[in-house]
């Protein structure tokens, strides 16, 4: 009943738990002369084209695609919003290669119909670190669902990451598929309660008014931790050791060096957000947190047509207590005007969901690997990886 996903090199539901199948590699990697040399044939009247995201026009065309018909919640109540800056930096990491941005055009009208990324990252799975691509941004027109395009475009952006000699991806979607690595929930912590009740993103709880919801979410006006601050370039260093040292622990990891630590946590303004606690006696780093920018568009609301939403990054504790580290990121997330901060039960985030009042989502995050075997699948604890 996975017409496509049966004949690809993916853990099958059938060898669930079946410990004669080592962890690693499915397949071993081919030679790069034995790699399909041209692009996969699409039904035609589209044409695949390379996506030049640095060009204004065509990070427009993107962002109007994705906007319009990516990802949205179980009732079609929201739909990611990813912004042109954040599009720009989730798909320019160190080491991207262009031809992982792949677009498909109506060929008459040249309208962009379908889209489909990759970009290369170093994932520790347990002793071994692997170069993979991280797949995200899987689009398809609304209009042209159904029709099995998926399945070319995930072939044709395999066959562009072998041709860079590298055999492996991670992934994570809503739905479930062959078959998970983990299974992550969503959580989410008002900051805007009332803006949230009207738009339908929560409900007031049994025998609460709105005061006392309003009341209940309250935050300070300013962060508690002595020498919290925003992170800085001069703090690469420091903070790559901090976060290397942490990941260490789990299972499935991100492998980040200092260029990886100053793209993707050095804040860029409505994107990544970035704190870190600086010792008021030693100056050492001792802890570290982050979000990343992705409102939703509020789909057929009189008052509201977006909401700016949080998502938990990465964070570190060492020294504060991460209650307090993070109880501090959303004072900061609610100065800056978020009306939720979500964040999923990854890492150690378990331990400061339920006292920092967040509360469980409908949403779930399956986690994948591509040509990657795990004997059994991971608790979300495992995890320290956060796809965007
Ligand atoms: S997850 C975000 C995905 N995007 C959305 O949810 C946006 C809204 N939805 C759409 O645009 C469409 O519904 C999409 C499917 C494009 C998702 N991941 O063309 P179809 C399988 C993988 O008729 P459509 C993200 O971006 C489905 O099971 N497969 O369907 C990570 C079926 O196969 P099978 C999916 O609805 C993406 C086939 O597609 C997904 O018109 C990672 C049906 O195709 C999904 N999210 O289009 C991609 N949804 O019959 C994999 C459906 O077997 C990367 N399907 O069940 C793998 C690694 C590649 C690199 C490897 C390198 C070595
Ligand atoms: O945001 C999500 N759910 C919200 C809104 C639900 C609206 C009706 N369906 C939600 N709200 C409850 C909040 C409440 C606040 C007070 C405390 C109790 C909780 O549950 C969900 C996640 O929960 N989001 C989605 O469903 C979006 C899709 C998620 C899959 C993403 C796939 C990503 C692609 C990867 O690259």
Redesign the pocket.
């Known amino acids: 009943?996975?017409?496509?996903?049966?004949t690809q090199p993916v853990g099958q539901f059938k060898d669930i738990g079946n410990t004669s199948l080592a962890e690693g590699p499915i397949e071993q990697p081919t030679p790069l002369s034995e790699v399909k040399q041209e692009p996969y044939n699409l039904p035609n009247l589209y044409e695949w084209i390379t996506c030049d995201i640095d060009s204004e026009e065509m990070c427009m065309e993107v962002y109007k695609l994705l906007t319009n018909?990516?990802?949205?919640d179980d009732e079609n109540m929201f739909r990611f919003n990813y912004s042109k800056e954040f599009l720009r930096w989730a798909l320019r990491p160190p080491g991207y290669f262009k031809s992982w941005h792949i677009g498909v055009r109506v060929k008459s009208s040249k309208k962009l119909v379908a889209f489909?990324t990759?970009v290369p990252a170093r994932i520790r799975v347990r002793d071994d670190i692997v170069t993979m691509?991280e797949?995200?941004?899987?689009?398809?027109h609304k209009k042209?669902?159904?029709?099995?395009?998926?399945?070319v475009?995930?072939k044709e952006?395999?066959r562009r990451?072998?041709l860079e000699n590298?055999?492996?991806?991670a992934?994570?979607?809503?739905?479930v598929?062959p078959t998970p690595i983990s299974t992550c929930q969503y959580w989410h912590r008002s900051l805007n309660p009332k803006k949230l009740i009207d738009v339908g993103f929560s409900r007031l709880g049994a025998r609460m008014t709105m005061s006392r919801t309003i009341k209940l979410y309250k935050l300070p006006d300013s962060t508690v931790t002595p020498g919290f601050r925003q992170m800085e370039l001069h703090d690469v260093p420091a903070v790559t050791r901090l976060l290397r040292n942490y990941l260490s622990q789990f299972a499935v990891a991100v492998d980040l060096d200092e260029n990886d630590v100053e793209h993707w946590l050095l804040p860029t303004e409505n994107v990544v957000d970035s704190y870190l606690v600086e010792s008021p006696e030693t100056h050492e780093i001792t802890d570290f947190c982050s979000f990343y920018t992705l409102p939703s568009t509020v789909l057929g609301n009189q008052n509201y047509s977006t909401l700016k939403a949080a998502y938990s990054y990465y964070n570190v504790s060492t020294k504060t207590p991460l209650l307090q580290l993070m109880n501090d990121a959303l004072i900061v997330a609610k100065r800056k005007d978020y009306d939720v901060f979500n964040a999923l039960d990854v890492m150690q985030n378990e331990t400061f969901l339920k006292e920092l009042k967040f509360g469980p989502g409908d949403g779930k995050l399956h986690y994948y690997l591509?040509?990657y075997r795990l004997r059994n699948p991971l608790k979300p604890a495992e995890l320290g990886l956060v796809l965007l």
């Open positions: 009943t996975h017409k496509f996903w049966e018909n990516y990802v949205e489909i990759g691509a797949i995200n941004f899987l689009c398809v042209l669902r159904s029709k099995r395009l998926a399945p475009m995930i952006v395999t990451v072998h590298i055999w492996q991806a992934y994570t979607a809503g739905v598929l591509y040509n």
